[in-house]
T-cell receptor, first 113, second 114 residues
């Protein structure tokens, strides 16, 4: 079946450091890929998405590229801020028209001043 | 425009009690979803409603029932709560079930079953 695997956290970085959170997936067909972010005490919100191979999603300085050859969708940011501290979830939606999301386990990011 | 709202925010139940979690969206979305979030396991889909009048099981449906009351509202019922159902529950909606659509999440309900 379809699945998503994320690097385990927590990840602790100093402000202005480079961030990478790894995400790999297993899916049949051509899934859409997402990164959602959850700030403390809140629900999830979409950070970025990519819907086909080689697409790059970007938002708020974060980027991720849909790599079909390596079945990966790694999240990167060149310079993190304290306000980026949150839990990050990689997710996929398969090609059925149900919109069901399959999530990775989440990666907690803590950025220290 | 409130987005997705959920009630209650917190709830404590005793084993065997029943309750209904309420969810409503004001974005005229067709599809709605219920997830549970457990530490180290991400979010798992309990039930979903691809369109008004339809509901289907997700990955972890046992012990739950749902009702798509109308286009706006999608409730989740626990008939006989068990400690294994202690979790944070999120409702979400999307415009349609197309795979590229963003899902919008409510703030969550934190449920503890003693």
């Amino acid at each position: 079946g379809n699945s998503v695997t994320q690097m385990e956290g927590p990840v602790t970085l100093s402000e202005e450091a480079f961030l990478t959170i790894n995400c790999t997936y297993t899916a049949t067909g051509y899934p859409s890929l997402f990164w959602y972010v959850q700030y403390p005490g809140e629900g999830l919100q979409l950070l970025l998405k990519a819907t086909k191979a080689d697409d790059k999603g970007s938002n708020k300085g974060f980027e991720a590229t849909y790599r079909k050859e390596t079945t990966s969708f790694h999240l990167e940011k060149g310079s993190v801020q304290v306000s980026d501290s949150a839990v990050y979830f990689c997710a996929l939606s398969d090609s059925s028209n149900t919109g069901k999301l399959i999530f990775g386990q989440g990666t907690t990011l803590q950025v220290k001043p | 425009n409130a987005g997705v709202t959920q009630t209650p925010k917190f709830q404590v139940l005793k084993t065997g009690q029943s309750m209904t979690l309420q969810c409503a969206q004001d974005m005229n979305h067709n599809s709605m979803y219920w997830y549970r979030q457990d530490p180290g396991m991400g979010l798992r889909l309990i039930y979903y409603s691809a369109s008004e009048g339809t509901t289907d099981k997700g990955e972890v449906p046992n012990g739950y029932n749902v009702s798509r009351l109308n286009k706006r509202e999608f409730s989740l019922r626990l008939e006989s709560a068990a400690p294994s159902q202690t979790s944070v529950y999120f409702c979400a909606s999307s415009a349609t079930g197309a795979p590229y659509n963003e899902q919008f999440f409510g703030p969550g309900t934190r449920l503890t079953v003693l």
